[in-house]
């Protein structure tokens, strides 16, 4: 059951509109990495977890989190549209490069579909899809991807930062800053702990079947050597790398009998 307050998680709001920021936030709402991917991944993953209900309870708490998220964002985007202009004749564009920059450049969605409020897409104006979420149902791999998921996320709310100096922005920016760092730490917490329990594998109990002889080497498959500093050095599960300057090829010449022939409508 999710129960909604008007108030928001923390403050959302501009010193003043600018409909170019706005269109840059979207990233973070409805991009590959942004918050409506972390609210349906770590809710799938809590939802699916049958497994500690220490981790269970820790996705859903982030998952309804980032639900917040989601709404500071769309909130902030709303403000940032508040008085964007939504028509403007070429002669008026002509006299004000200024608001032919702003035209230019804002989110036509914005106000063609969406009536001047933030939309699940990127800033391109491609649709969020569900494609870009990870519910494997398996803890460890879950784990690791959203610490990946948290890290992109920071990393763009960064560059989103010193795209602006409208303090009230930066203001709400700052704040899931400081959420993305407790996120990504308490999934490497969650991480670490399950790999200890299950091994650092996924999954891991199929190392009997594997062809061990290829598991631990890395092939030199560029022109360049650097990858051959690992040579020797101990891998996370305790055994060590070698190095196979030349892999050669093993499989040999396919020799696949055609497709019939109506298949391709060359009959002759």
Request: hydrophobic letters at 35%.
């Amino acid at each position: 059951m999710f129960k909604h307050t008007r108030k928001l998680q923390y403050n959302a709001k501009p010193d003043r509109p600018d409909p170019l920021m706005a269109r840059r936030l979207q990233e973070s709402l409805g991009g590959q990495w942004g918050e409506v991917t972390g609210m349906m991944s770590y809710l799938s993953q809590g939802w699916s977890s049958t497994g500690d209900e220490k981790y269970k309870d820790l996705l859903l708490d982030t998952g309804t989190e980032e639900i917040a998220h989601v709404e500071m964002i769309s909130t902030m985007i709303a403000y940032l549209l508040e008085g964007a202009p939504i028509h403007a004749t070429a002669e008026e564009m002509k006299k004000d490069p200024s608001l032919a920059a702003v035209m230019g450049g804002m989110d036509i969605e914005h106000g063609l579909v969406h009536g001047m409020t933030a939309s699940l897409n990127n800033p391109n104006g491609a649709a969020w899809n569900a494609g870009y979420t990870t519910s494997s149902g398996n803890l460890v791999a879950d784990m690791r991807f959203n610490v990946v998921r948290e890290s992109e996320a920071r990393l763009q709310v960064s560059r989103l930062y010193y795209m602006t100096e409208d303090e009230g922005v930066r203001d709400m920016l700052k704040f899931l800053l400081a959420r993305e760092t407790q996120h990504q730490l308490q999934f490497m917490k969650a991480q670490e702990e399950l790999e200890e329990k299950y091994g650092v594998i996924v999954p891991g109990d199929m190392g009997d079947i594997e062809h061990k002889q290829f598991a631990h080497t890395i092939m030199n498959f560029s022109d360049g050597e650097g990858s051959r500093a690992f040579e020797g050095q101990t891998a996370k599960d305790g055994h060590k790398f070698e190095y196979q300057e030349d892999p050669e090829a093993m499989g040999g010449i396919p020799e696949t009998k055609p497709a019939d022939k109506r298949f391709h409508n060359d009959q002759g």
